[in-house]
């Protein structure tokens, strides 16, 4: 009878689970793959969406049209949401944005509007995810989702293979998603990095990560140089891995400047502010070990040899640092995030400086203190080979 009484209540759960009412056929879809947003006149929004193209099993490429497995649609709306609404005007399916790889916004855009506002709505759907890659493009975001791949299968990949692997080989760039945007825009400073994507080759027929964009509080303010952005990984403790150059103490003989190269195995950094009444003073310690990577002009034969090239080392690794460190104090524009350690330390105090912080950070004193260690010299000579025994 117990048996009975479970199967009945088996039964009764298998008939109230629902069913497929809300169903969606993948063929009344077509996945986003990329989005370029740029301005258009009486304030409204220009969209060029990069959507896949499903390509029919057994036919041959030529008739396929090679390897081509995209479509570039172009709409335009007064807001994002009504110009991404648009797309099924085009393509008779509506738009999937759960594998959308990469945003890209024209930078005269940004200088109108703020990110925040631009994006809200993928801040809200349930679709969109906040680990899709976010750049700022020089000119006509368009443009660059129509330029032919050099490897991956689209632009909007390859757009996102380029900072994701920057950020593990050279830091010349960064990586931001839309959480990290998000993040920044609700941080206390409203800093936001974002990768900075232009036209490079003879006829612009390639595009090239280089540098970062830099947001406040989601409007432009400036471009950050690839050296800088390497230096502002390095002060975040975000540098995992790249070279270095360290100049020759006494140049070759033909007078040409020429550096050797040391190539960072490991590095760690550590901030600390200290507040001497309405001042700020930042101490700053960088403790990097690194490979010979190339060496042009300098011998290591003995200990103080070595000696002399970590601290010529580290002499450039902390001139590099204090320059990056005084070229954000000039523009007051605190791009390693001070102000949100200050916070977290003392939130009354950043309450009263909060107002005024870009004069105050201006002010900052910086005491940097750099060591190097060589961990491997890369072959069994010590100097370089170009030079006569």
Known sequence: MRKIAVAGCMMVCVLLLPGCWDKSELTDRCFVLGL???????????????????????????????????INVKTKGNTMFDGIRDIILHTGRKGQWSHLKAI??????????????????????????????????????????????????????????????????????????????????????????????TKVGEKGEELVANGMAVLKKGKWKGIVSAQDSRMIHMLLSQYKGGIIRVPCEIQRDSGNASDNSLEVLSIHSKLKPQIEGEAVK?????????????????????PEDEKKFTEAAARTIEQSLRKTLNRMTQKKLDLIGLGDRIYRKDPALWKRWKRNWGERFADTQFDIKVKVEIKNSGTASPKPLSMDR
């Open 36 to 70: 370029a947003v740029d301005k258009a006149d009486h304030g409204m929004v220009d969209l060029t969406m990069q959507v896949y193209k499903p390509l029919h099993s057994g036919g041959s490429e030529g008739k396929q049209g090679g390897s081509i497995s995209y």
């Open 104 to 197: 890209i916004i024209e930078d005269q855009l940004v200088q109108i509007y703020s990110v925040g506002q631009l994006l809200d709505f993928f801040y809200r759907d349930h679709e969109a995810r906040l680990s899709s890659s976010f750049f700022i493009a020089q000119g006509k975001a368009a443009q660059y989702l129509k330029m032919k791949p050099l490897i991956e299968k689209t632009e909007s990949q390859q757009l996102m293979q380029i900072t994701k692997y920057s950020n593990q080989g050279n830091y010349k760039t960064t990586e931001t998603s839309l959480l990290d945007l998000f993040l920044g825009l609700r941080s206390q400073t409203g800093i936001s990095l974002v990768p900075y994507i």
């Open 282 to 302: 930042l101490q700053i310690f960088v403790k990097l070990s690194g490979a010979l990577g190339e060496m042009r002009c300098t011998k290591l034969k003995t």
